[in-house]
């Protein structure tokens, strides 16, 4: 049980991280998408002529920034309430849906040559 909660911190921990690192820098990448559209047009072969096109960008970042806040807050409870089961099992079914998402989008980075 022990083994558990240790790794169960550790990865809450990695997690915690890059949950934080896309709410930092979802912002900052919305606001150089703003400065310099033509750029992001280019690399994300963006279709400027549908109407509300700027969506097929930021629409990544909306889904991110909810899935973020979402983990953060599961996390958080479980830190409040330790001993909640139900939390206990959320926060884990979390996990192992932050890295399995994690890992399939690796993938599909690698998979594309490290391209956008």
Same mark, same amino acid.
């Given at each position: 049980?022990?083994?558990?909660?240790?790794? $169960?911190?550790i990865l +809450?921990?990695i997690? /915690?991280?890059? !949950?934080?690192?896309?709410l930092?820098?979802?912002p900052?990448?919305? @606001?150089?998408?703003? $400065?310099?559209?033509? +750029?992001?047009i280019? /690399?994300?072969? !963006?279709?400027?002529?549908?109407?509300?096109?700027?969506?097929?960008? @930021?629409?990544?970042?909306?889904?991110l920034?909810l899935?973020?806040?979402?983990?953060?807050?599961?996390?958080?409870?479980?830190?409040?309430?330790?001993?909640?089961?139900?939390i206990?099992?959320?926060?884990?079914?979390?996990?192992?849906?932050?890295?399995?998402v994690?890992?399939?989008?690796?993938?599909?980075?690698?998979?594309?040559?490290?391209?956008?």
């Amino acid at each position: 049980m022990k083994n558990q909660t240790a790794i $169960e911190t550790i990865l +809450t921990g990695i997690a /915690v991280f890059f !949950l934080l690192l896309f709410l930092i820098v979802m912002p900052i990448d919305i @606001l150089n998408f703003y $400065e310099d559209q033509e +750029t992001y047009i280019k /690399v994300h072969h !963006l279709n400027t002529h549908e109407k509300n096109w700027e969506w097929q960008y @930021l629409d990544t970042w909306v889904y991110l920034g909810l899935y973020s806040i979402t983990g953060l807050t599961i996390i958080t409870l479980r830190q409040l309430k330790k001993d909640h089961k139900m939390i206990e099992i959320i926060n884990r079914l979390f996990l192992i849906f932050f890295y399995g998402v994690l890992i399939i989008g690796f993938y599909r980075w690698m998979s594309s040559g490290f391209d956008h």
